[in-house]
């Protein structure tokens, strides 16, 4: 039986939302909404606040089951650059607010590439043979493929 699950991507001004049912096996996700939430300009603490909201009123209205959230990798590259710490921040609000509600995962692309398949994790976002075989349903933007990505890896992890 399929289950409703959420792809997150975050980064610090929006989050990557690719809503789907996900069945079972090998079977291609059912792609339900490809969508984006853009964090509100301003205070951000009033902007996390909403987003918190968003995030909450989207689970429990929609029922998902579970969300799969695009985890930190580390760079290698010295110290954290500004950009990266407040889309960590981002990434903490929608997982907590998800997690209130149902069981969240966060996976890396380092994981998903040594668990899923035989291929990086950008060559599978790359080609299009792929998404025609994995997916079905709505239409997907190339642009979320990483975040259904999630959803078809999170099967097998």
């Known amino acids: 039986m399929a289950k409703r699950w959420l792809g997150l991507i975050t980064s610090k001004d929006l989050v990557t939302v690719v809503d789907a049912e996900v069945p079972d096996g090998d079977n291609p996700i059912v792609v339900i909404s490809d ?23 989207y689970v429990t209205e929609n029922g998902i089951e579970a ?11 010295g110290s954290a650059k500004l950009g990266l710490l407040i889309s ?17 995962k966060a996976l890396s692309k380092a994981v998903i590439s040594k668990t899923y398949g035989d291929r990086k994790v950008d060559e599978y976002v790359a080609d299009d043979a792929f998404w025609v075989a994995h997916t079905t ?21």
Do not use: F
């Open 88 to 104: 960590a921040e981002v990434r903490g609000i929608v997982m907590a607010a998800a997690g209130a509600l149902c069981p969240v």
């Open 67 to 77: 969300v799969v959230v695009k985890a930190s990798a580390v760079t290698g590259q």
């Open 35 to 57: 969508d984006t939430w853009r964090i509100q300009k301003g205070d951000r603490a009033a902007a996390y606040s909403v987003l918190h909201q968003q995030c909450t009123d």
């Open 137 to 157: 349903g709505g239409s997907l933007r190339k642009l979320s493929r990483e975040a259904a990505m999630l959803l078809i890896a999170a099967r097998n992890v």
